[in-house]
């Protein structure tokens, strides 16, 4: 495949609009499809990702059997058949999903009346998923609106040992501790509040033609670390909704594969990105684009790698996503001076990683995060007004900002 093209490196500052929209999913029957690929959608669409979270092994939780979980996520992308992907990527044990339903939330874990509607894996209710697999089910019937809030229902059958999930949601879900209660309409067996995402690690919808999305490959900065809980305010969030507003972006589905402590090159706090990279970014169904901002715990690690060796490791990361004909974006690694390990040999290397993002013209495009939430007077260091008080995370203010930075038009990827 021939090397994808962006226009070269631009950034823009432009104001986010917020659209909301709700959820519609129509009464049909369900077609079939493998367990281990995403079923092709109908010939007027394209299966485009329109919420993903990366998993890894949850350490606060073990896998447990008889209870529902009720997690609630936001669309991106708007479409018809709605598929989910469920994971034990990370389990040592067998996971069998009794049912799953996906349902439009009202408030709480409630949902809207007459919105509940039963998933299936091809054709049967229940699916069980083998340590390591993964699992998307069948199309439904319906259409999903951008902007929603879903909730999907999981009735966990059977399971032991680690649980796959999503560690740091920033969005509360709920469980329904004993039984299958994945069809109900009420929030009355949901009795716990949990802040993680178990087992769904990605929703899909058929999308008209010719649209697209974009995945954000990140640490605990697009995961979204600091912002303001249950208000979808991560960077990739506003990042969303300027996508849906703006009419000449064939770019709509964004996944969110944020790992807050994760690193280029070492696991840690989830795989490294170079290791992640395939399951998180290249398996998602119509990305077209990677937006990679990744080094910030490499560089404040101790003992931390050379540039040479995070150059090295974006090289590699630009070459697999260009072969499986994705484009990447680089952002430059915004400043930190303040945090507790930062260093003047860490701040070196940052700035030698960030002279390679913007001048090497290895990446399609270049969005310069470093450049727009700097203090101009300190420019080690984050602008207090951007800054959430611990000098490395932004805080709703500074991931809006960071959204607007993005040029959207350039996320289209032409030659794709």
């Not at 007459?114 to 697999?133: D, E, I, K, Q």
Request: glycine share 10%.
């Amino acid at each position: 495949m021939n090397r994808p093209r962006l226009r070269r490196p631009v950034v823009h500052i432009l104001t986010a609009v917020a659209v909301a929209a709700s959820t519609v999913l129509t009464a049909g029957t369900a077609s079939h499809a493998a367990p281990d690929t995403a079923p092709a959608a109908p010939a007027a669409t394209a299966p485009v990702v329109t919420w993903a979270a990366s998993t890894d092994r949850l350490s606060t939780a073990g896998a447990a059997p008889e209870r529902t979980y009720r997690l609630i996520v936001r669309t991106s992308a708007g479409g018809s058949g709605l598929r989910i992907r469920l994971s034990n990527t990370f389990g040592d044990q067998p996971v069998t999903f009794g049912r799953a339903y996906a349902g439009l939330r009202s408030t709480g874990a409630a949902l809207v009346p007459g919105s509940n509607r039963p998933l299936a894996f091809r054709g049967a209710p229940t699916v069980t998923v083998a340590p390591g697999g993964s699992v998307y089910s069948d199309p439904l019937p319906g259409t999903v609106r951008p902007q929603s809030d879903l909730a999907v229902s999981l009735y966990v059958r059977s399971a032991g040992g680690a649980a796959t999930g999503h560690k740091m949601a920033l969005q509360t879900s709920y469980i329904a501790p004993v039984g299958n209660h994945a069809a109900d309409v009420s929030a009355t067996p949901y009795t716990q509040q949990i802040t993680s995402w178990f087992y769904l690690d990605a929703v899909t919808v058929g999308a008209g033609r010719g649209t697209g999305a974009v995945a954000t490959l990140g640490d605990s900065i697009t995961d979204g670390a600091i912002s303001t809980a249950n208000t979808n305010r991560r960077w990739p969030d506003f990042l969303a909704r300027r996508l849906l507003a703006d009419p000449g972006s064939p770019i709509k589905g964004v996944a969110n594969e944020g790992i807050s402590g994760n690193k280029i090159l070492t696991d840690g706090s989830g795989q490294s990105a170079l290791k992640r990279l395939d399951r998180d970014v290249l398996s998602q169904r119509g990305v077209r684009t990677m937006i990679l901002l990744e080094g910030v715990n490499d560089i404040k690690a101790n003992p931390a790698p050379t540039a040479a060796a995070l150059i090295a490791a974006y090289e590699q990361l630009i070459g697999r996503s260009h072969a499986a004909g994705i484009c990447v974006v680089g952002a430059t690694v915004m400043p930190y001076e303040g945090w507790r390990e930062w260093s003047e040999s860490g701040e070196a290397v940052r700035q030698e990683v960030n002279a390679f993002i913007r001048h090497s013209g290895a990446f399609d495009a270049v969005v310069d995060f470093d450049e727009a939430l700097k203090d101009p007077v300190a420019p080690n260091r984050m602008l207090p007004a951007y800054d959430s008080g611990d000098h490395l995370h932004p805080n709703d203010v500074g991931m809006r900002l960071m959204s607007d930075t993005v040029d959207v038009r350039a996320l289209g990827c032409a030659g794709r």
